[in-house]
């Protein structure tokens, strides 16, 4: 009995070192978990470009000023001479001739200028007053010889006012318009006003208000006549 109790004792020793060594399954492993696929951002409407704003169109240019009005300049012959009427002034023109020294012709002018209604007029009057000039000198066989015309130098104004009359003066040759007339030459001598205005206003120019014609002989005299239209 003894030994057999002992046989179950071993058997049950054995039997425990046996289930030591054994080693226990191992728990099954789970496949790695499959990669989220990327998701692709969903495309987004932009919109259009917006066009460009248009240019300001570049600003207009101001329209020039009109021409003025011609002036309407009467002509009247009396015995006195050519008188002149234009913007409510009465201008009577005068011309003679003299002999130079150098033995050639000048001619003197003299203008008498009235104011004919209640306002002031100015003229424009530079340095040799304000008549301006320009001449042409035409030889014995009645060529064109040669042909000057004025400068104006200074700014300075003269006044015709109700009541008072205004007289100035002008020779030729003087300043650029260059002479003098020589035995058989003729001379054509437009005259004109530098600035003719109202008030103190110096006004525009008055280009052609007559002309001075005259010939280099004995005892010369000089017409008078309004300006040609040419």
């Known amino acids: 009995m003894l030994r057999v109790a002992w046989l179950g004792v071993l058997v049950l020793v054995l039997g425990g070192c046996g289930s030591t060594d054994a080693k226990p399954p191992s728990a099954p492993v789970s496949p790695p978990a499959p990669r989220p696929a990327p998701v692709e951002p969903e495309p987004v409407e932009t919109?259009?470009?917006?066009?460009?704003?248009p240019e300001p169109p570049p600003a207009a240019e101001p329209e020039p000023n009109p021409d003025p009005e011609p002036r309407k300049v009467i002509y009247r012959v009396?015995?006195?001479?050519?008188?002149?009427?234009?913007?409510g002034l009465r201008l009577t023109p005068k011309a003679t001739a003299r002999k130079m020294p150098n033995g050639g012709y000048a001619i003197d002018m003299?203008?008498?200028?009235?104011?004919?209604?209640?306002?002031?007029?100015?003229?424009?009057?530079?340095?040799?007053g304000p008549l301006a000039i320009a001449v042409k000198v035409f030889d014995k066989k009645g060529n064109l010889k040669a042909e000057y015309a004025d400068e104006r130098e200074g700014a300075e104004q003269q006044f015709v006012m109700p009541g008072g009359p205004l007289t100035f003066?002008?020779?030729?040759?003087?300043?650029?318009?260059?002479?003098?007339?020589?035995?058989?030459?003729?001379v054509r001598l437009q005259a004109g006003l530098w600035g003719l205005g109202t008030d103190g206003d110096s006004g525009r120019p008055l280009r052609k208000l007559?002309?001075?014609?005259?010939?280099?002989?004995?005892?010369?005299?000089?017409?008078?006549?309004?300006?040609?239209?040419d």
């Open 47 to 53: 919109p259009p470009d917006a066009a460009p704003e």
């Open 78 to 87: 009396s015995p006195q001479g050519l008188i002149i009427e234009v913007e």
């Open 110 to 128: 003299e203008v008498v200028a009235e104011a004919m209604d209640d306002r002031s007029h100015t003229l424009l009057s530079p340095t040799l």
């Open 169 to 186: 003066e002008r020779s030729w040759p003087s300043g650029s318009v260059k002479g003098p007339l020589w035995w058989g030459q003729r």
């Open 210 to 229: 007559f002309v001075v014609d005259m010939t280099a002989k004995a005892n010369p005299k000089p017409t008078i006549t309004p300006p040609t239209l």
